[in-house]
Each structure stands twice: as structure tokens, then as C-alpha cells.
């Protein structure tokens, strides 16, 4: 739209009323049929859509792998304890 020679095209364009911008989407449709009627609402609702249940019986090999290492201790003989300080700095 814009451009290095002429970097006010776009604005024009718009205030002249030739480009019209999308208005931004301010509902969902719900599997039931009903629209989302606030933010909270088409959060919740993307969220069902978007993620999956974590079911570790549909867990590939590979998931069960990487489930056990997560649950396994980090234990290096460079460990150090975490100083009071340290602590305190985090909040």
C-alpha cells in the first residue's frame, strides 16, 4: 500500500474512503449455535478449540519418553543452592 517514495499512499487511500479496513472480529459462533457475547467468551471458546485434553493414553511413544525425563531430578555435582537473596530477586 505504502511505499519508500510515497509512504502516505495508505493513509490517503483510507481517509479518502477507497480502502475500507475490516472491522475486527467481535464474536465467535459456539458449537451450539450461540455467539460469544464478551472477551472472556471468545477467549474460553478458542481455548476449547484450539488445545486438546492431555490424555496420556493417546500419548505416541515419543510423548511417554519425554513425560518419564520431565519427571526425572536434575542432579549435577555443580548444583548450587539458591541463596536467599536469589529468592528474594524473583519477586
Do not use: C
Given at each position: 500500500?505504502?511505499?519508500i517514495?510515497?509512504?502516505?499512499?495508505?493513509?490517503?487511500?483510507?481517509?479518502?474512503?477507497?480502502?475500507?479496513?475490516a472491522?475486527?472480529?467481535?464474536?465467535?459462533?459456539?458449537?451450539?449455535?450461540?455467539?460469544?457475547?464478551?472477551?472472556?467468551?471468545?477467549?474460553?471458546?478458542?481455548?476449547?478449540?484450539?488445545?486438546?485434553?492431555?490424555?496420556?493414553?493417546?500419548?505416541?511413544?515419543?510423548?511417554?519418553?519425554?513425560?518419564?525425563?520431565?519427571?526425572?531430578?536434575?542432579?549435577?555435582d555443580?548444583?548450587?543452592?539458591?541463596?536467599?537473596?536469589?529468592?528474594?530477586?524473583?519477586?
Open positions: 500500500m505504502t511505499s517514495t510515497n509512504p502516505w499512499r495508505g493513509i490517503y487511500t483510507i481517509l479518502a474512503g477507497r480502502d475500507k479496513l472491522a475486527p472480529q467481535t464474536t465467535l459462533k459456539q458449537k451450539d449455535g450461540k455467539l460469544t457475547t464478551n472477551l472472556q467468551e471468545i477467549i474460553q471458546h478458542m481455548l476449547q478449540i484450539l488445545t486438546r485434553e492431555d490424555n496420556q493414553e493417546d500419548d505416541t511413544q515419543f510423548q511417554k519418553n519425554i513425560r518419564a525425563l520431565a519427571q526425572e531430578d536434575v542432579d549435577t555443580d548444583d548450587k543452592e539458591f541463596t536467599v537473596q536469589e529468592v528474594k530477586n524473583v519477586y
